[in-house]
């Protein structure tokens, strides 16, 4: 288990620093002046060169990014050319509204997949059947920002049944004491259960947008996986010793069935808190995607830069943690590693 921890902790280290230095190297490349931008285009040829020598844009490229990196380990995210404000405060504001989304979208996408996945094996009928497929399809091939846009004229301009693109709350909903930046997670440690009901309002038509495409995915994985596994004779026997089918899939066959999906389930998490930018621009949701993309607009460097370590870290850390957990739930995994022994 340690091999595979430590063969695990170096691979992570070496695609962090793979993906900062692909993303450094291709934003650099993009046209423009960051110091230009910066200041303006009457500012005086001195003073650009003089702030482009303060940000260290001078040097060759494998320069300015040992020392963005240096700072970046050291705290120092830089500043917002477009902003003038602190990287780190900026992105630390706005992303606990990003993970909340992320977390609500996988809830979504995963307990979907089960349902979707339990029902169609087990009745194996052709409606449930290809009911469930057609909708994996459909989740897997339709774009989330036009998804997006049709749930908002279904739902709030249609029925008025769920609030429109205004944010993580009401108007008139006041905001729970900030503790974790999680208005769901706030509002019940304030017991305000109108912020929370609010804010269970307002996730509810984003995150099955950014949900839609994981939960295709995942719903396709789990059911190939639960028709091997039902196949198999402990299933027979399970159903010899007095359980009813239903009993015996949910609780021999799925979680069977679920260990290699787990591994697919962790990854998604992770590309959903890079992926979120478009369907929070859609419903004007006040996380890191809106500010990455204005980022990418003006240039700024610094932004983009910092979003997307932070993206590779969470992604990275997300894969260790599930292939952790895997190698500690089947020890054939470990085995297979080199860590048995």
Known sequence: MLRLISGRVVTSLISLVGASLIAFVLLRLTPGD???????????????????????????????????????????????????????????????????????????????????????????????????????????????????????????EGFGWLPGPEGRLGLRIIPPPTVTGLLTVDSLLAGDWAAFRDAIR????????????????????????????????????????????????????????????LTAAGLLFGQLLAGSVLVERVFVWPGAGALVTDGVLKQDFSVVQAFILLSAFIYVITSLIVDILAAMLDPRIAQSQGGGR
């Open 202 to 261: 307002h996730l509810i038509l984003p995150a099955i947008t950014l949900g839609l495409m994981p939960f295709g995915f995942l719903y396709r994985l789990l059911r190939a996986n639960l028709e091997g596994v039902t196949r198999e004779p402990f299933i027979t026997v399970a159903r010899g010793r007095g359980l009813t089918r239903w009993a015996a899939y949910v609780r021999h066959a799925l979680p069977n069935a679920f260990l290699p999906t």
């Open 34 to 156: 960051p110091a230009r931008l910066f200041l303006g285009q009457f500012a005086g040829e001195e003073a650009v060169q003089a702030l482009r020598a303060e940000l260290g844009l001078n040097g060759s490229i494998l320069s300015q990014y040992l020392i963005y990196m240096q700072r970046f380990l050291m705290g120092d995210w830089g500043f917002s050319y477009s902003t003038g404000q602190s990287v780190a405060g900026l992105l630390l504001a706005r992303f606990p509204a990003t993970v909340e989304l992320g977390l609500f979208a996988f809830l979504f996408a995963f307990v979907a997949a089960v349902a979707c996945a339990l029902v169609a094996v087990y009745r194996r009928g052709p409606i449930s059947d290809s009911g469930a497929r057609a909708a994996s399809f459909f989740a897997q091939g339709v774009p989330p920002f036009w998804f997006g846009l049709m749930m908002l004229l279904i739902f709030f």
